[in-house]
């Protein structure tokens, strides 16, 4: 209701400031021919010219709305055409009216019944234009919503397709180590334990902080730490302003355990592995840096997981925002790289 009235305050404004203008326009050619301004009398003259228009103006938008003009439609224009006729011939009927008593004119012009006929149809064409904007703005709007909601429900979709892989992945590691080091099974059941609570008391969103997601990956470096003791050492450089950034849930647990699964799993000795975060003005920046044995030129590196983190990340940001790029690190390892906006939580 509010921004109703606005509207019409504002289109009555504008027929004000018309007057303003036709009356200072007529002011000034009396005063150009050397003669008084009569100010009040050139104001009068255009108040009761366009004022006419600003009270026809509701009535023609509502009858252009009604009547909106459309390829299946054309009978209308015949409607409007006969409408804009009588409109025309009572504005003018009606100007006449209002200036008896300060002496305007009192005779009756085709031609000024033909330019009030065209300023019906100005007023019809700007009706129309104000709806089609509206439409497409709404339409904007939905489409954008649409989006937005798909967007939802894809990363929905995929975060519920990772939480089962990492979980089977957990279980298959504890049922290798049951038999053969039932405490270390044990320790891992534990582990696994406290990161499913964890994970529960995020609520199942598809989005977290990346602290929250730095803590659920210290549970789950914890359940590896059971399982390769030693060998797995993980170092952390996070930037304390990253930590409110907001990332897809289980970011990083994928990309570490492919670091693991090539790295350390791939051979006897230890592994080392490297977790940096920064940002630069609106953009976040994750490196995982692992000495493992690297890529072979064949190997196939995207499975499920690391599939489902791009198609998240795509999901989330965009496609044009996002940037994940894995490759071998000089002197043996890989590097992966994340680079997406820098969005935090209010």
Known sequence: MRRRLAFWLAVLAAWTVLIVVFAVGSSLTYALTNQPPRWRYTLTMAATEW????????????????????RRQRWRVIILAVSGLVAAFFKVTLTRILRGPIGGNDYFQITNLLAHYLIFWALVGASHAWSYYRRS????????????QLAQTRLQMLSMQLQPHFLF?????????VHHEPETAERMIGGLSHLLRETLQVGGLD???LGQELQLLNHYVEIQRARFGDRLRVQMAIEDATRRAMVPSLLLQPLVENSIKHGIGARAGSGHITITTGHHQDRLHI????????????????GVGLSNLRARLVAMFGPDRVTLTIENREGGGTVVLIAAPFQVTE
Not at 137 to 148: D, G, H, I, N, S
């Open 137 to 148: 703005q709404q339409r904007e709007v939905r489409t954008a919503q649409l989006e937005a």
């Open 169 to 177: 992945n957990t279980l298959n590691t504890i049922a290798e180590l």
């Open 51 to 70: 004022y006419v228009w600003a009270a026809f103006t509701p009535l023609v938008a509502w009858l252009s709305q009604r009547l909106r003009i459309t």
């Open 207 to 209: 989005s977290v902080t």
């Open 287 to 302: 490196h995982i840096v692992d000495d493992g044995r690297g890529l072979g030129d064949a190997e196939v590196v995207e």
